[in-house]
T-cell receptor, first 113, second 112 residues
Framework: NAGVMQNPRHLVRRRGQEARLRCSPM?????VYWYRQLPEEGLKFMVY????????ESGMPKERFSAEFPKEGPSILRIQQVVRGDSAAYFC???????????FGDGTRLSIL | SQQGEEDPQALSIQEGENATMNCSYK?????LQWYRQNSGRGLVHLIL?????REKHSGRLRVTLDTSKKSSSLLITASRAADTASYFC????????????FGAGTTVTVRA
């Protein structure tokens, strides 16, 4: 029973490029959450999705960031025209129901040159 | 500002000793959760304590919650080198809420 799978584990992009981060939730989990962690800080909520629906994107910057969770395939967090300030660890979590503990992946560490 | 704030920021103890860390928060909550993060890894859920509970145990872990003081503590007894990690508290404000509000964490180093 695989846990939450994120890939890639490390991603390096130059300023202005696009970053695509993938997350496959645990089997049977239909609720997906994305968080961002800056160095020496705790995780900050970005977005909550269910299959094909964005439920809450209040923690996600309005520009350049988007997220999806299609009917088939993993959830994708997309960052367009990346800037140095986007450098962080991005974590995905999933849960079977919204009020159940969230299970986290190992994250994608994004570095912007 | 963060809802949960851990104290101390860092803790170094000898193997076999107990480690205690605290979490303070600002607003009323539905539940509070503790997570562990090993270096370079994701968060692992440890314990969830609800606002109507005062204490919970899980193995060598003991969590207390004082809603009047808006604070929680995590005690790790008989620490092991494998307990070396960062520990985070996260609050959930309402039932059926999904947003976890994390503090900056306590980094625990257990010396062999």
């Amino acid at each position: 029973n695989a846990g939450v799978m994120q890939n890639p584990r490390h991603l390096v992009r130059r300023r202005g490029q696009e970053a695509r981060l993938r997350c496959s939730p645990m089997k049977g989990h239909s609720h997906v959450y994305w968080y961002r962690q800056l160095p020496e800080e705790g995780l900050k909520f970005m977005v909550y999705l269910q299959k094909e629906n964005i439920i809450d994107e209040s923690g996600m910057p309005k520009e350049r960031f988007s997220a999806e969770f299609p009917k088939e395939g993993p959830s994708i967090l997309r960052i367009q025209q990346v800037v140095r300030g986007d450098s962080a660890a991005y974590f995905c979590a999933s849960s079977p129901q919204v009020d159940q503990p969230q299970h986290f992946g190992d994250g994608t560490r994004l570095s912007i040159l | 500002s963060q809802q949960g704030e851990e104290d101390p920021q860092a803790l170094s103890i000898q193997e076999g000793e107990n480690a205690t860390m605290n979490c303070s928060y600002k607003t009323s909550i539905n539940n509070l959760q503790w997570y562990r993060q090993n270096s370079g890894r994701g968060l692992v859920h440890l314990i969830l304590i609800r606002s109507n509970e005062r204490e919970k145990h899980s193995g060598r872990l003991r969590v207390t919650l004082d809603t009047s003081k808006k604070s929680s503590s995590l005690l790790i007894t008989a620490s092991r080198a494998a307990d070396t990690a960062s520990y985070f508290c996260a609050t959930v404000l309402r039932s059926n809420d999904y947003k976890l509000s994390f503090g900056a964490g306590t980094t625990v180093t257990v010396r062999a």
